[in-house]
């Protein structure tokens, strides 16, 4: 085990992955049994990861049962069913993940890493069709567990600590202007700044508007808003979410980065071009509501940002 210990919740999960691969009537343990596992144990830090993105679960389990056939009725798995060598190879990974996030335990965000990070097992097959990249899935789980881990007598951790200094950075896309990361980069401070115990996509709105430069700022500017306005409401937002003792489901930063990134694949299509603060203010305005309300007050609203652009780039 290269001095890592497998937490006893990853125990449960191996077992748990041995018999949904009975249960399917199969003669080894693959990664798709091993998430089964994973979904099916449903209290560790890689499921509450998984719901933190959004994937449903439920989803999960058909799509990988319809996916494998299922083993002739009169087959009858023994009890020492061998892994495969992508089930190896993500047990493998795991540790390397465990060791990468200087952690001495193998915990399941590490067991889930490793399945994303394996790439051609069904398991990592079924998550990159879902949105749920290495880049995203680590990110997430650094901000649940924060940066200051003990190193020793730690199982699979579920309470929340606060963000990770550097989260973002690992799941901003490639090739993204710099500009962009000076946006992610003071949205950390903005967080900060209101006492938030972690980041949120309103922080990025504010840290958009304060930047005050970009292509996203110049549509803006287009469209005449008043932004002392705007940032009063969005600064409200950030004070609400600060105080709020229990607040009400909102938009995650890594969700909003998912959606980031998928606006910048979207959107890439007819720009051509890298990653800019124009992807920022369109993922926010399509997929957070608050941030939307508070900018469609001015006549603000992503239709009317995505055709000024597009005009803009001729």
Not at 99 to 115: A, F, I, K, Q
Not at 220 to 248: C, G, H, P, W, Y
Request: glycine content about 6%; proline content about 4%.
């Amino acid at each position: 085990m290269n001095g890592y210990n497998f937490t006893e919740r990853v125990r449960k999960v191996l077992a748990m992955a041995r018999e949904e691969s009975a249960r399917l009537q199969h003669e080894y343990v693959g990664t798709e049994h091993i998430l089964l596992g994973l979904i099916r144990e449903g209290e560790g830090v890689a499921a509450t990861v998984l719901q933190n993105l959004q994937v449903d679960l439920d989803d999960v389990r058909f799509s990988i049962e319809t996916t494998v056939k299922r083993g002739r009725p009169g087959d009858a798995p023994g009890p020492d069913l061998p892994y495969t060598s992508r089930a190896k190879k993500v047990l493998e990974l795991a540790m390397t993940e465990a060791r990468e996030l200087n952690h001495t335990y193998v915990g399941t965000e590490h067991l889930l890493l490793g399945l994303i990070r394996e790439q051609s097992g069904i398991a990592a097959q079924v998550l990159l069709e879902r949105g749920v990249t290495s880049e995203i899935a680590r990110a997430e789980v650094v901000r649940i567990l924060g940066t200051e881990m003990p190193k020793t007598g730690r199982t699979d951790p579920l309470t929340p600590s606060p963000r990770a200094k550097d989260s973002m950075f690992a799941v901003v896309p490639p090739h993204t202007a710099e500009r962009v990361r000076d946006v992610m980069r003071d949205a950390e401070d903005v967080a900060t700044e209101f006492g938030a115990a972690e980041l949120m996509p309103v922080h990025v709105a504010i840290a958009l508007l304060r930047n005050g430069e970009g292509f996203a700022n110049t549509v803006l500017d287009r469209f005449n808003v008043d932004r002392r306005e705007l940032l009063r409401a969005l600064m409200n937002e950030a004070t609400k979410i600060a105080s709020a003792s229990e607040l009400q489901p909102r938009l995650t930063f890594g969700q909003f980065m998912i959606t980031f990134a998928r606006q910048v694949e979207s959107e890439s299509r007819w720009r051509h071009a890298p990653p800019t603060t124009l992807n920022i203010l369109l993922a926010l305005l399509d997929n957070v509501t608050e941030v939307a309300t508070i900018f469609a007050a001015q006549g603000v609203d992503a239709t009317r940002v995505r055709a000024e652009a597009r005009r803009m780039s001729g």
